[in-house]
């Protein structure tokens, strides 16, 4: 039976080797990724840009990012400045109109891009005279490879998964345009290179990919080569106009050639070697300038070209391989100025590239030496395949997210704050405060973490030392909003009145869209004697956020201090609705119920 099924199925498979790779890719991407898609959004990043985000509630309220640029997170090791990714924003939207706030919805379209961007692959390995088996599991490999959790397990990271996948669509057109010059495939050559630009900056790799792709076909002096090139500039050219007419500044910082082989080592590491991987690589950015370890890194790239340069005799497709791998990290190895130092995410067009030397290299390994070869590439795979999964797994659980990625990057101070921050939101406060003193110890400057221990000290009753943290916080970033009103809160626990109002106002005119200041302000109100003052207070949250039980509670409990049981039966019951199983609201309403009877 076995027999028969073989000879039915290998000769369909050898004819018809795109479907068989459709079907064999969508099996495989949904064995690695099944369990991403059941993850919740992440606490990196996910709430602000997304779940908390307005713009993206309507497919017109996000088509403002393609005129305003969206400015880096500030806590950051970087030079500041803003990023321009319209599409990106776009993305989110489509998908947020699709399946409201549920995350699988979200997580399923960076799976999807992922195996769409693995599928183009495919189509332009066999395009450049990659045989259809080794294109294949050049792509199945890349689909697998662990670095490239953080692009698509992370909702966030989607902005890698878009650019590379216009990226691939785009080198499509260009070889297609290259083979038959035809308008058609130049002009979807051009759309697909503002879609990557738009997605993320790497799109600026198109120029790159276009002339590697032009070199790999042996086309330099043809005039659709020269054609295809110019289009390229042009369109760069275009992009960077519209960027800075929407006012989006790059960083101050300039880049520097002297540590790119640092840079590099360490990118192929990760790639090769993942066995402990960080969503914050910022601590391992090489220090500037000239050393012994920079020498040594350009030296060793050096012989590592020269190697190459040889092997490319015998096996043509390995130096693509390697210098796919160099334009992908081109950007992120120092030369280009960006805002954070290193980012594995960073690696996701590049692994690519190693992909294709990977497979190149064992299938065209010497015949006595190929069981050998190939055995080591199955068994590595196979450790990719298990340390994907491990990863994926990180992401659906943030306290074990961050502490897997300190093992990696020990002497994060933002690791340590995001940790504290998650078991904060656990209420384990002793085991947040001192991830948030690892944060302090290693950047005494660190703001949030200090407010993180402020809000520490209030959960446990110690508003004196909170009142004093926090002051230490707001002389770094008067700004922090949340910091302002927990400052409140410790001086309204210090019988300081007076002070924790004009602190709660301030958090008011900082944020005036936010309720909590507004429910703060209001007990305070209510505790000194002004009922119609906290009245007034929680109705206006009410309205700001009418999703929020809080005020209505509170307002429930005001009227039924103040003789209006009927009122508060109202409010409580608007309360029940939105926090179903309250227990405060079911106790305060059978109280009411049982008086009134």
């Known amino acids: 039976m076995n027999t028969r099924f073989y000879a039915r199925v290998a000769p369909w498979c050898r004819s018809h080797p795109v479907a068989t790779y459709v079907l064999a890719s969508l099996l495989w991407t949904t064995l690695l990724y099944a369990h991403a898609v059941t993850a919740g959004f992440a606490s990196y990043d996910d709430g602000p840009q997304i779940v908390q985000n307005p713009s993206l509630s309507s497919l017109a309220g996000s088509l403002k990012y393609f005129q305003s640029p969206v400015s880096f997170a500030s806590d950051l090791r970087g030079s500041g400045g803003s990023f321009y990714r319209p599409l990106f924003w776009l993305s989110l939207a489509i998908d947020e109109n699709l399946w409201g706030l549920n995350p699988a919805g979200f997580h399923l379209t960076n799976v999807l891009l992922h195996w769409l961007s693995g599928l183009f692959l495919f189509l332009l390995l066999r395009r450049l005279d ?34 590379a996948c216009f990226l691939l669509l785009g080198m499509l057109f260009s070889e297609r345009y290259l083979s038959r010059p035809a308008a058609k495939y130049l002009a979807g050559y051009c759309l697909a290179a503002f879609c990557a630009l738009f997605s993320h900056e790497e799109g600026v790799l198109i120029v790159a990919l276009s002339l590697l792709l032009i070199i790999a076909k042996r086309q ?53 070697l993942p066995i402990h991987m960080s969503v914050e690589r910022s601590t391992n950015t090489p220090p500037p ?61 590049a692994s690519a590239g190693l992909a294709l030397l990977v497979v190149v290299l064992g299938a065209d390994s010497q015949v006595r030496l190929r069981p050998f070869v190939l055995g080591s590439i199955a068994a590595w795979a196979l450790w990719g395949v298990y340390r994907l999964e491990t990863r994926i797994s990180d992401w659906s659980d943030a306290e074990r997210l961050y502490e897997h990625s300190l093992q990696a990057t020990p ?59 926090f002051q230490k916080a707001l ?123």
């Open 220 to 272: 330099t002096k043809s005039r659709a080569a020269r054609m295809l090139s110019g289009v390229s500039v042009i369109t760069i050219l275009l992009y960077f106009w519209l960027r800075h007419a929407s006012g989006a500044a790059g960083v101050t910082a300039k880049g520097k050639i002297a540590f790119f082989g640092l840079f590099f080592w360490k990118y192929l590491g990760w790639m090769v």
């Open 130 to 163: 990659v045989s259809s088996l080794s294109s294949a599991f050049t792509s199945l490999l890349w689909l697998g490879l662990p670095i490239n959790s953080e692009a698509v397990a992370w909702i966030s990271g989607r902005p890698y998964c878009l650019a």
């Open 411 to 469: 002497h994060s101070a933002k690791l340590h704050y995001n940790l504290g921050a998650v078991l904060e939101g656990r209420k384990d406060f002793a085991q947040a405060g001192g991830e948030y003193n690892k944060a302090v110890v290693l950047e005494p400057n660190y703001e949030p973490a200090l407010a993180g221990l402020g809000n520490v000290d209030l959960n446990l009753g110690k508003a004196k030392e909170a009142s004093q943290m």
């Open 289 to 349: 300038g000239w050393s012994g370890p920079a020498l040594a890194a350009w030296l060793c790239l050096a012989l590592a070209c020269a190697a190459l340069i040889v092997v490319h005799r015998k096996i043509p497709k390995s130096l693509v391989g390697f210098a796919w791998i160099g334009i992908g990290l081109l950007p992120f190895c120092g030369l280009v100025s960006i805002y954070q130092g290193m980012a594995e995410r960073y690696t996701y067009v």
């Open 475 to 597: 002389q770094l970033n008067p700004d922090d909003v949340k910091a302002v009103t927990n400052y409140g809160t410790a001086l309204q626990s210090l019988g300081e009145f007076d002070a924790a109002k004009a602190q709660f106002q301030r958090a008011i005119s900082l944020a005036p869209d936010n309720d909590d200041a507004y429910c703060d302000l209001g007990v305070l109100l209510f505790q000194t004697g002004d009922a119609g003052g906290a009245i007034l207070q929680f109705d206006q949250a009410a309205k700001i956020n009418p999703s929020d039980p809080t005020p209505l509670f509170n307002l429930a409990a005001i009227y039924e201090k103040g003789g209006r049981p009927d009122l508060a039966v109202k409010l409580y019951e608007r309360v029940l609705q939105l926090s179903p199983g309250d227990p405060d609201a079911i106790s305060a309403l059978q109280s009411l119920r049982t008086n009134s009877n």
